[in-house]
Nanobody, 123 residues
Framework: QFQLEESGGGLVQPGGSLRLSCTAS????????IGWFRQAPGKEREGIAC????????YVTDSVKGRFTISRDNAKNTAYLQMNSLKPEDTAVYYC????????????????WGQGIQVTVSS
């Protein structure tokens, strides 16, 4: 019944942009911090961004800071990750999460995981 679903991934050229969406079903995102993780083949999962609900504070990891923007629209029960100036090293499966308020990218605090969506940056 409870589900997070990512959409908007795919293949993009270096320097291009994508916007990932994360929509909740069966629960409301306004009770949670929303996070985005990614995992490239053979590498550890990496937390890249989060946004709280209580105060709207945001965190973006240094590797994507200035290029990626996280946002949320509680009325649509949806969160977004706008990805600009994409690089080949951004290629990964991207996951959205709903985790406890006041936490950020703490796997033990994650209540729900999306199934993941592929982003491939290649010429």
């Amino acid at each position: 019944q409870f589900q997070l679903e990512e959409s908007g991934g795919g293949l993009v050229q270096p320097g291009g942009s994508l916007r990932l969406s994360c929509t909740a079903s069966g629960f409301t995102l306004d009770d949670y911090t929303i996070g985005w993780f990614r995992q490239a083949p053979g590498k550890e999962r990496e937390g890249i961004a989060c946004i709280s609900n209580s105060d709207g504070s945001r965190y973006v990891t240094d590797s994507v800071k200035g290029r990626f923007t996280i946002s949320r629209d509680n009325a649509k029960n949806t969160a977004y990750l706008q990805m600009n100036s994409l690089k080949p090293e951004d290629t990964a499966v991207y996951y959205c999460t709903a985790e406890a308020e006041l936490s950020c990218l703490i796997q033990g605090a994650v209540n729900y995981w999306g199934q993941g969506i592929q982003v491939t940056v290649s010429s």
